[in-house]
């Protein structure tokens, strides 16, 4: 395999974390179908398909916004964490049906509604809240027909 091809086959799929601020979601899901399309599409004879897409996922991690936000977290959580022996606290909120510390606290879907939910602001009304909750309930109680 020539020079290049290899190194198309690690770095995009590392590289597009690194350094790509997370204000545009699509470059790395882009950047990983590029890296795949370069694999399949490689020939030896004929390696212009590949270098299209490998060049298409290298010119939109250059285009993309950067920022070392990422970076600074894997040390701050990760590294702290093997270093010191770090273990971030959990809000209180955090804790609701979906874990077992919050199961064990008896916490349902009144707490996951009203206290636990993280979204912003609403920009409209909802028209399936109340009909999803309601289902949920049901679902929990294990009324569910088949």
Same mark, same amino acid.
């Given at each position: 395999?020539? *020079? %290049? /091809? %290899?190194?198309?086959?690690? !770095?995009? @799929? ?8 997370? $204000? ?6 882009? /950047?990983? $179908?590029?890296?795949?399309? @370069?694999?399949?599409?490689?020939? @030896?004879?004929?390696?212009? *398909? ?13 285009? *993309?916004?950067?920022?070392?936000? +990422?970076?600074?977290?894997?040390? $701050?959580? +990760?590294?702290?964490? &093997?270093?010191? %022996? ?8 955090? !804790? ?8 064990? &606290? %008896?916490?349902?879907?009144?707490? !996951? ?5 993280? /979204? ?11 009909? $999803? ?14």
């Amino acid at each position: 395999m020539p *020079a %290049g /091809v %290899g190194q198309a086959r690690e !770095f995009p @799929a590392f590289g597009s974390h690194e350094d790509i601020d997370t $204000a545009d979601r699509t470059i790395i899901p882009f /950047v990983r $179908a590029c890296v795949e399309q @370069a694999q399949r599409w490689y020939d @030896a004879e004929k390696p212009g *398909a590949s270098r299209m897409a490998t060049g298409n996922a290298i010119r939109s991690m250059c285009r *993309a916004r950067k920022s070392r936000e +990422g970076d600074h977290l894997a040390a $701050a959580i +990760g590294l702290r964490s &093997m270093l010191e %022996g770090y273990t971030p606290e959990l809000p209180d909120w955090a !804790f609701d049906q979906h874990t077992i510390k919050g199961k064990a &606290m %008896g916490r349902g879907l009144q707490h !996951f509604r009203e206290d636990a939910k993280l /979204v912003p602001p609403r920009t409209a009304d909802d028209p399936y809240e109340d009909e $999803a909750y309601r289902l949920w309930a049901i679902k929990q109680q294990g009324q569910v027909r088949r």
